[in-house]
Structure formats: structure tokens, C-alpha cells
Nanobody, 128 residues
């Protein structure tokens, strides 16, 4: 049974930081992409950042480049999203998701419609 357990959301002022964690279990992909997506009210779910398991390659949405960092702790089966310099427009429910990696280009493995498994979201609210 695949489980993705996300945590770390909360309320923070603009300019602040948060670290999201997602602990994964139960999937047996040899090579996979895992990452973070977000959905703001009235907007589509979008890929924020993903990391490839075999080569550690990363993808970041343009809106978060230079502010967010994705990382993994393989011993803990956990993926993190360090979010710095948060902006009010980062306010959203953040989801962790994973899929078998099919494309060399990590971006193509980091699209919401292609993800195989999802965790429950964690709310991030950034006040101005």
C-alpha cells in the first residue's frame, strides 16, 4: 500500500521560511520522480519541484527557482522542500506525489496529470 505523508505547512509572514517533509512508503519503482505540487484557490494544481531517484536531477518551477530547494534523505525515505523568501503568492495546499520515471527530462515526470500516487496536502499560508 503506497503512502505519502506530508507535513510542515503553516502560517508564515512574507520573507519567512518553511520546510515541508514527505515520508514515502510502499512503492517499488526502480527509478522514480518524487516531488511537490501546489494548488491555490481557483487555480490548477502545478508542479513546484521534483527530484529523480537515480541521478538526483531536479526540476523547479520558474516561480520558485532560487528560493526553494528539494532534497531527499534516502535512509528515512523522505523528501524535503525548503522554502525560503516566501511570498503571498506561494499560499496554497502543497502535495507530495510520485511516479515511475519515464522521461529523461525530469520536467516531463513532474506534471500533475502524470503522477501515480498522491499524499494528502499540507496548507501553506504566507501573509503580507
Amino acid at each position: 500500500d503506497v503512502q505519502l505523508q506530508a507535513s510542515g505547512g503553516g502560517l508564515v509572514q512574507a520573507g519567512g521560511f518553511l520546510r515541508l517533509s514527505c515520508t514515502a512508503s510502499g512503492f517499488t519503482f526502480d527509478d522514480y520522480a518524487i516531488g511537490w505540487f501546489r494548488q491555490a484557490p481557483g487555480k490548477e494544481r502545478e508542479g513546484v519541484s521534483c527530484i529523480g531517484s537515480s541521478d538526483g536531477s531536479t526540476y523547479y518551477a520558474d516561480s520558485v527557482k532560487g528560493r526553494f530547494t528539494i532534497s531527499t534523505d534516502n535512509a528515512k525515505n523522505t523528501v524535503y522542500l525548503q522554502m525560503n523568501s516566501l511570498k503571498p503568492e506561494d499560499t496554497a495546499v502543497y502535495y507530495c506525489a510520485t511516479r515511475a520515471r519515464y522521461y529523461d527530462n525530469l520536467y516531463l515526470n513532474c506534471r500533475a496529470f502524470g503522477m501515480a500516487y498522491w499524499g494528502k496536502g499540507t496548507l501553506v499560508t504566507v501573509s503580507s
